[in-house]
Structure formats: structure tokens, C-alpha cells
């Protein structure tokens, strides 16, 4: 094929799309402007997708403030305060036949919670000072037996009732390492891949009581604070990466959970990653 005729400028824009010249310069200038065409189509195509794409997030973004209760109206906050109250007395406590007591050591704390849970920014007002978030997760610490578990017992049921996007399950770390002795994972806790679609996980938001205590016992020959480990680096990824919450209540004060998780963790990452939460401290005598 004789090229000697053709411009170098029309060779080098047809090798851009990958065409070679076929001899033919009318028939090929053709062609380079159908290529020009096409490739102004598509990022057309593309600028729309984007555009829709962003729709997209922003109409997602409002269908989700707009499932959950505003509870900036006092009204409203009184309605679900007392809605927990009654589920926590008569749903979640009522077969221990005690009565659930709200006092000095937890009032606030449930105030906090109940904007929190409801995503209202009241909830970061409630403790001045100390930082907390609404796109954290939560830590409860405290002493035996003042009521964390309970507290997020009595949320959880709240939550589902409401059908909250917030709802989480409550778990035990004795109930994780059940599960891992008999599946050899603890995949339901962390990223649920057994009911992913298209390689996409489907984490669900979770508490994961007492954590810390009892990590220096083997159970069935597993270490349960390797698995515990494990479970809070996988659920800061899923917090980070899905939006999905982890949250925590444990015994340890600050000091006792600096100590536990730095023992198999050489660079701290567990430690730093406690940044994510919002460590609310539980005061008072034993409830039980």
C-alpha cells in the first residue's frame, strides 16, 4: 500500500482509535470523523451517567434522613422516649420481673442514645466537650453489672421496632466464638459474605458485649482474644468501606483497654482504631 500521498497528521489520528489507513484518504478522513463522533457520544454518555450517579446518591442521601424520626421536635423526642421506656420495661426486662431504672447514672446516656440511634445532631450536644459523633460507632464502659448489655438490649428492640435503619443485633463474644467453633469463621459477624450477590458483602450493624474479658481462656482450644482481634480490625474495614456499625461495651477502663489490645498488636492499630468510637463511660452500683 502506497502511503506516500497520505498526511502524517491523518495516519498518527487514526492510529489514536487504533484504525490503520486503507488506502483510501477520502474514505479514511470518513472514518476519523465517525471515530470523533463516537468518542464525543460516549463521554456525553459518561457526563450523563455521572449526573445520575449524583441523583442518584443525593435522592438515597434524603430517603435516608427521611427514615428517621425528628426528634429536633420535642414532642416527638417525648413520644419515643417513652416508646423505649415501655419496650424496655415491658418487652425486654419484663421476664426478669424487675423494672428498669433510670437515673442519674444513665439518663443522660440514654438522651444521648436516643438522638443518636435517630441520627438527630442533638445527640452531639448532650456531652459538651467531648467529641462524640453521630457517624461513630459506641463504646459503653463501665463496672459489673450497671447495665450496659441491658442498655443496648433495650435499644436493639427499640430500634427493630421501629424498623430504624440503625437497628443492630446484640451479641456476646461467647456467642462469636460458638459460632466460629462450629463454622471455623466468623463471617455472619463480620462481612456476611455467605449471603453476598455479585462478590458484594452484606454486613449488618451489630454490639458485641463484654468485650475484653475472659481473653486470657481457651474455649474448645480457641484464643478467644485472637478472634476478638480479628473480629474489631474486619468491623472497622466494614464501618469504613459500608457504613455499617460495630458497636462495643466492655469493662475495661481506658488504661485496662490500652493494655489488652496492645499485648497482640506490636503497632497499636487496634487501639488507634478506638478513635471511631464514642467511649461513654457508665457509672453506678450493680443493677442485678
Same mark, same amino acid.
Given at each position: 500500500?502506497?502511503?506516500?500521498?497520505?498526511?502524517?497528521?491523518?495516519?498518527?489520528?487514526?492510529?489514536?482509535?487504533?484504525?490503520?489507513?486503507?488506502?483510501?484518504?477520502?474514505?479514511?478522513?470518513?472514518?476519523?470523523?465517525?471515530?470523533?463522533?463516537?468518542?464525543?457520544?460516549?463521554?456525553?454518555?459518561?457526563?450523563?451517567?455521572?449526573?445520575?450517579?449524583?441523583?442518584?446518591?443525593?435522592?438515597?442521601?434524603?430517603?435516608?434522613?427521611?427514615?428517621?424520626?425528628?426528634?429536633?421536635?420535642? !414532642?416527638?423526642?417525648?413520644?419515643?422516649? +417513652?416508646?423505649? @421506656? /415501655?419496650?424496655? &420495661? =415491658?418487652?425486654?426486662? $419484663?421476664?426478669?420481673?424487675?423494672?428498669?431504672?433510670?437515673? !442519674?447514672?444513665?439518663?443522660?446516656?440514654? +438522651?444521648?442514645? @436516643? /438522638?443518636?440511634? &435517630? =441520627?438527630?445532631?442533638? $445527640?452531639?450536644?448532650?456531652?459538651?466537650?467531648?467529641?462524640?459523633?453521630?457517624?461513630?460507632?459506641?463504646?459503653?464502659?463501665?463496672?459489673?453489672?450497671?447495665?450496659?448489655?441491658?442498655?443496648?438490649?433495650?435499644?436493639?428492640?427499640?430500634?427493630?421496632?421501629?424498623?430504624?435503619?440503625?437497628?443492630?443485633?446484640?451479641?456476646?463474644?461467647?456467642?462469636?466464638?460458638?459460632?466460629?467453633?462450629?463454622?471455623?469463621?466468623?463471617?455472619?459477624?463480620?462481612?456476611?459474605?455467605?449471603?453476598?450477590?455479585?462478590?458484594?458483602?452484606?454486613?449488618?450493624?451489630?454490639?458485641?458485649?463484654?468485650?475484653?474479658?475472659?481473653?486470657?481462656?481457651?474455649?474448645?482450644?480457641?484464643?478467644?482474644?485472637?478472634?476478638?482481634?480479628?473480629?474489631?480490625?474486619?468491623?472497622?474495614?466494614?464501618?469504613?468501606?459500608?457504613?455499617?456499625?460495630?458497636?462495643?461495651?466492655?469493662?475495661?477502663?481506658?488504661?485496662?483497654?490500652?493494655?489488652?489490645?496492645?499485648?497482640?498488636?506490636?503497632?497499636?492499630?487496634?487501639?488507634?482504631?478506638?478513635?471511631?468510637?464514642?467511649?461513654?463511660?457508665?457509672?453506678?452500683?450493680?443493677?442485678?
Amino acid at each position: 500500500m502506497n502511503l506516500s500521498n497520505y498526511p502524517s497528521c491523518l495516519i498518527d489520528a487514526l492510529a489514536k482509535y487504533g484504525v490503520k489507513p486503507s488506502g483510501n484518504i477520502d474514505w479514511d478522513r470518513c472514518v476519523l470523523d465517525t471515530m470523533k463522533r463516537r468518542a464525543s457520544d460516549k463521554a456525553k454518555y459518561a457526563a450523563m451517567e455521572i449526573g445520575n450517579y449524583i441523583k442518584k446518591a443525593e435522592q438515597d442521601r434524603k430517603e435516608a434522613e427521611q427514615a428517621y424520626p425528628d426528634l429536633t421536635d420535642t !414532642a416527638v423526642y417525648e413520644m419515643h422516649a +417513652r416508646l423505649f @421506656l /415501655y419496650i424496655a &420495661n =415491658n418487652i425486654v426486662i $419484663a421476664p426478669q420481673h424487675r423494672e428498669f431504672i433510670v437515673d !442519674a447514672n444513665n439518663k443522660e446516656i440514654i +438522651r444521648f442514645l @436516643l /438522638y443518636y440511634f &435517630n =441520627n438527630c445532631p442533638l $445527640a452531639e450536644e448532650v456531652f459538651p466537650g467531648r467529641g462524640y459523633k453521630l457517624h461513630k460507632n459506641i463504646m459503653l464502659q463501665g463496672g459489673l453489672g450497671i447495665g450496659k448489655t441491658m442498655l443496648m438490649q433495650c435499644f436493639s428492640e427499640y430500634l427493630r421496632r421501629i424498623k430504624s435503619p440503625r437497628f443492630f443485633h446484640n451479641l456476646s463474644v461467647t456467642q462469636m466464638v460458638n459460632y466460629y467453633t462450629i463454622h471455623n469463621n466468623f463471617d455472619r459477624y463480620t462481612f456476611y459474605e455467605e449471603e453476598s450477590r455479585g462478590f458484594m458483602p452484606k454486613p449488618e450493624n451489630v454490639c458485641l458485649n463484654d468485650v475484653g474479658i475472659n481473653d486470657e481462656k481457651k474455649f474448645f482450644g480457641m484464643d478467644t482474644a485472637v478472634l476478638t482481634d480479628d473480629f474489631l480490625l474486619a468491623r472497622n474495614d466494614i464501618w469504613a468501606g459500608w457504613g455499617k456499625f460495630a458497636h462495643l461495651t466492655t469493662n475495661l477502663d481506658e488504661q485496662a483497654l490500652i493494655k489488652r489490645f496492645t499485648k497482640g498488636d506490636k503497632y497499636g492499630r487496634l487501639v488507634d482504631r478506638f478513635k471511631t468510637y464514642n467511649v461513654i463511660p457508665m457509672n453506678g452500683n450493680s443493677r442485678r
